[in-house]
């Protein structure tokens, strides 16, 4: 019988698991597995607190509609009736510029206006901004086919302030990280698409917007920019778990991975486990975990994994009584950004109550702010009373909310975020080659081709697939 291990009990190690699962059941291909993480959850940055009522989300939030692997994980473990869609109604996003808070401009698509009249009006943009990006409508595409940053490729085609107030913070903030060196071709492929395609971002958007069914989906209903369930994110997480029939070890870290040329042995570093032998190995971890473990038999693929950077983040909730605040601010919206010209500790914050119901109770208001990232990582080690009253200063001088939370949760994600710089996927090609000289190992999870759950979710499908490809051919 064939054995795998799986390292690492984040998102993307419990899919691999399972996807081998339902593999081996609708082939019934002898095939087992041990599943191997070293926090004492399953999970990784997935966690959900629910405190008074309030549900409080660690790490991310929701699930992105278009890209459907997380959903359809969900729907497929039988969580249909708990997904919930976001209040697109009420789905209103905020800039602070200039110290104060600026409805984004309706019309646009990321950093792309489709809508002549609501950018026109913006404040958000200079009139010599506004200029400036209409350009793009004129500029020719690059020539090169090369990757670039972020940055260079707003720069050139809508100008530093469409970088500055627009694309930093909404496109670089997913990522946390610095648009100057940030790859577009790993994180946003389809607008190098849009200007070989179309020459122009503007006329790409215009012509798609153009083509989208006036219904927005099949059953009548636009569909919601992003998904999450009832009860939290956690959710998934534990009907995973409750589906793996494997042995899932907690609590436990790989030593050592030995190559035998073929299979692996496998070394815990507490001595509770003998070696474990396999026929395979999945390296669902953070990079430079995977770097440190493959080093002794493929030290340039582990020299290639320790070069994916990784920054800091953190996240800290606040919940109030809606009594308190609602004369405060205005809570109709999903939140704000923030612009690194600004200069501000503070680099984003949802207004989770109004993005998902149901993640306060009574009608109680959840905020969430978001700190550190890249040049801004020295917030996340501050003290909890520092970083909790400096969230809430930050919160008082942009919100005018003053009032005391009545509940607070500080999660801090240390090296917890990969970045994706430019060259990225060529970096990862070339690591998935060097993994290949030896048979059985495979790299999965956020470092390579996605940082979302879906991205983690398809990954781990593909993976499995291709374990079972090796193993048992078109079984």
Known sequence: MAHIVIIGGGIAGLATAYYLQKQREATGAPLDYTLIESDTRFG?????????????????????????????????????????PTNDYKRGIFIL?????????GGFRL????????????PLITPLGKLRMGLDLFIQPRQETGDESLASFIRRRLGNEALDKIAGPMMAGIYMADPERMSLQSTFPQFLEMEQQHGSLIKAMQRAKKNRPANGAANGKPQPMFLSLKGGLNDLVEALVQRLQGELCLGQRVAAI??????????????????ITADAVVLAVPAYTAAHLVEPFLPQLAQLLAKI????????????????VIKQHNFAGFGFLIPKSEQRKLAACTW?????????????VLLRAFVGGDSREEVVDLPDNELLSLIKAEIADLMGVTTTPVVHQIFRWNKGNPQYDVGHLAQVDRMQELAQQVTGLYLTGSAYRGIGIPDCVKDAMLTAESIFKRLYGNV
Do not use: H, M, Q
């Open 44 to 84: 990784g940055k997935i966690v959900t607190r629910t405190i008074d009522d309030f549900v409080i989300e660690g790490g991310p939030d929701s699930l992105v509609t278009t890209k459907p692997w997380g959903a359809a994980l969900c729907r497929d473990l039988g969580l249909d009736n708990e997904l919930i």
């Open 97 to 105: 510029n200039k110290g104060k808070l600026i409805e984004f401009p």
């Open 111 to 122: 950093t792309v206006p489709t809508e002549f009249v609501p950018f026109a009006l913006s």
């Open 258 to 275: 030995r190559s035998t040329n073929p299979g692996f042995e496998i070394r815990l570093d507490n001595g509770a486990y003998p070696p």
């Open 309 to 324: 950077r990784y920054v800091s983040t953190a996240t800290i909730s606040l919940g109030y009584r809606r009594a308190d």
């Open 352 to 364: 989770s109550s109004t993005k998902f119901d149901g993640r306060a109770p009574n009608n109680d």
